[in-house]
């Protein structure tokens, strides 16, 4: 332990008597979970931010349209408006937030909404849904879902880390048991199958739970609302990398595996440009970045300048097995 960490570590104990009398309340049902008529399918994680939660959604939307109506609830991160509201394909991102306008883009035909208020948010959605998948809502005890999916990314395990402020952790590793699935993320393409077993044992699963692990796959291309180039486009061009998220270790390591020369600008997560900031973007040459981030840049950036690189996810080994998981899980009711 560090020597921040070993002066903040008091504060993380104090945390964590708070959150674990939180949870002990929930647990023993002294606070009440409100169940719905519908199947809740919650993604989320322990740990701040970069685990994935994003890319994990769009792929259960890709694949459970298949066979529901699927609505998706988010609290929409830092946006201006209060309330429910639908996130529509014109929405802005200070009225509905960068993730939200992200899924609404890709897929225009499902209800995507934000709210604060999850138990309000579920309650407006459920009329024109079959499953609603809950965003970032490992914690928010006030719901309970039907289906749980932890996030953990393969180089930051949870079961590493402690509880904020002196690690992470938004609640103790404990608050993994709620959960009944875990995908360790961001793995190697060909992380070794005596790896995986071990990452299992350590992560110490409870008999109802299953882990899988998934990796990132970045396209062949790079685009914009109207442009779509190859990715080698950017070889024999100067450009900018722009990232606003949590962790932009993994896209400035493939695109220099890539063999691509760059300058790369990091701002803070879900971070909101200011007018001096973009006056600085508007000078450079040319501007890749997250998807993410195009939300939040695009209209204020020349679009002639500015593109992203779509990632996808896939599961390793046992793609089918968690597809099939979910889908059981879309199409069970659990009401207490």
């Not at 899924?103 to 309000?120: H, L, T």
């Not at 695109?255 to 440009?273: A, M, R, T, V, W």
Request: glycine share 6%; hydrophobic share 40%; proline share 4%.
């Amino acid at each position: 332990m560090n020597k921040l960490r070993k002066i903040l570590f008091p504060f993380s104990v104090l945390y964590y008597g708070i959150t674990a009398l939180r949870n002990w309340l929930y647990d023993n049902n002294l606070i009440k979970s409100t169940s719905y008529d519908l199947p809740v399918i919650c993604v989320g994680n322990l740990s701040m931010g970069g685990t994935g939660k994003t890319p994990m959604i769009e792929f259960l939307l890709s694949f459970l349209n298949e066979e529901k109506r699927v609505a998706v609830l988010s609290r929409g991160y830092k946006r201006k408006t209060k309330g429910f509201q639908y996130v529509e394909v014109f929405s802005r991102v200070d009225e509905v937030g960068d993730e939200p306008l992200q899924f609404k883009r890709k897929f225009p035909n499902n209800k995507i909404a934000v709210d604060g208020n999850r138990r309000r948010g579920i309650t407006n959605l459920a009329p024109n849904a079959d499953v609603i998948l809950l965003d970032d809502a490992f914690q928010h005890r006030k719901v309970k879902p039907s289906f749980s999916v932890l996030l953990t990314t393969y180089g930051d395990l949870y079961i590493n880390d402690t509880l904020l402020p002196a690690g992470n952790l938004r609640e103790s590793r404990a608050g993994a048991n709620r959960a009944d699935v875990i995908v360790v993320t961001k793995c190697p393409e060909k992380i070794p199958y005596a790896e995986q077993q071990k990452i299992q044992f350590d992560l110490n699963l409870k008999e109802h739970q299953y882990v899988y692990f998934s990796t990132i796959s970045y396209a062949s291309v790079v685009q914009n609302k109207t442009n779509t180039d190859p990715l080698d486009v950017l070889m024999n061009k100067e450009f900018t990398l722009v990232t606003g998220i949590a962790n932009p270790s993994p896209l400035v390591s493939y695109l220099k595996e890539y063999g691509c020369i760059f300058e790369h600008i990091s701002f803070p997560d879900h971070h909101n440009f200011t007018d001096s900031e973009i006056a600085m973007l508007q000078k450079k040459e040319f501007i890749l970045t997250t998807e993410k981030d195009f939300m939040r840049l695009e209209g204020k950036i020349n679009k002639a300048l500015l593109y992203y690189l779509p990632i996808y996810i896939s599961i390793l080994n046992k793609e089918e097995g968690f597809k099939n998981r979910v889908i059981q899980a879309a199409k069970q009711l659990i009401i207490e």
